[in-house]
């Protein structure tokens, strides 16, 4: 699972080294299947449920689940892409969101607290936490600064499966959860909005944006829970990179 995730992570430096106004997204998509290519791995994403992608590449209001396509970044455009490999029989999975050129301060805000979010529920993951108190500090963390999180999407246990249980919420439920256990890895992936944290399904039935149309980010790490400090697996060969935070 580290070589999986480390994998992810190389292909998102590199999808992030690409961003700039003028590109059409679908070449991200097209990126994605060489470097799997090159990495020998399989694509995680492509055909699971149906869905037709290698990779979720999300603009803007796009929460999560985002098509490629001819579409051209644009200047002060915001740009998630959620990844995810099957390397010897495990799986990795990690997002992140860049901004298009120069954006604005409110974009630039959302990204830093949806990065934040993250971290701070990372803090939590280890031995014998209730997995709800994951979810419960990146909520404080979000709506401490304004923002909403989403709560229609979670993040997930992974392993030889892409999601496995328990369900990682980002946001704390009303009852208590399971308790992790070293050994397990864990996703922890914050969708953050600018306004409501509700959203729609556009008609490819895949593509989630927000309701009121106003921006959102995603970030995620898949994460080893250990009997001390969690271990981020989704590491790449620059090491642990805070984009914002």
């Known amino acids: 699972m580290r070589e999986a995730n480390r994998i ?16 059409p997204t679908m ?14 791995v399989r694509p995680a994403f492509l055909g699971y449920c149906g869905y037709p992608f290698v990779l979720c590449c999300s603009v803007n209001e796009q929460v999560v689940h ?5 579409r051209l970044l644009r200047e002060g455009d915001i740009v998630s892409f959620d990844m995810g ?5 495990f799986y990795g999975d990690a997002a992140r969101t860049y901004p298009v050129g120069k954006v604005n301060g409110k974009a630039v805000e959302l990204m ?24 419960a500090a990146v909520q ?12 229609r999407f979670v993040g997930h246990g992974i392993g030889r499966a892409m999601h496995e249980k328990p369900e990682v919420p980002n946001f704390r439920p009303g009852v208590g959860g399971m308790p992790l256990k070293a050994g397990m890895v864990v996703a922890v992936e914050p969708m953050v909005t600018e306004g409501t944290h509700e ?7 895949w593509t989630a944006v927000t309701r009121d149309r106003k921006l959102a980010a995603h970030f ?9 400090e969690p271990e981020i697996l989704s590491v790449s060969e620059r090491g642990l990179i805070k984009f914002f935070c």
């Open 199 to 205: 959203v729609d399904i556009l008609e490819d039935r």
């Open 112 to 135: 830093r607290v949806t990065e934040a979010s993250l971290y701070a529920g990372i803090e939590k993951v280890r031995q014998g936490i209730d997995v709800y108190e994951i979810g």
């Open 66 to 70: 985002g098509f490629p396509s001819e």
């Open 140 to 151: 404080a963390c979000v709506e401490a600064a304004g923002f909403s999180v989403v709560r």
């Open 220 to 228: 995620e790490h898949s994460v080893l829970v250990t009997t001390r």
């Open 27 to 40: 070449y991200f998509e097209e990126l994605s299947r060489e470097l799997c290519r090159n990495y020998k």
């Open 8 to 23: 992810v992570a190389n292909i998102l430096d590199a999808l992030g080294d690409a961003v700039a106004p003028g590109v």
């Open 85 to 89: 490999v099957i390397y010897d029989g």
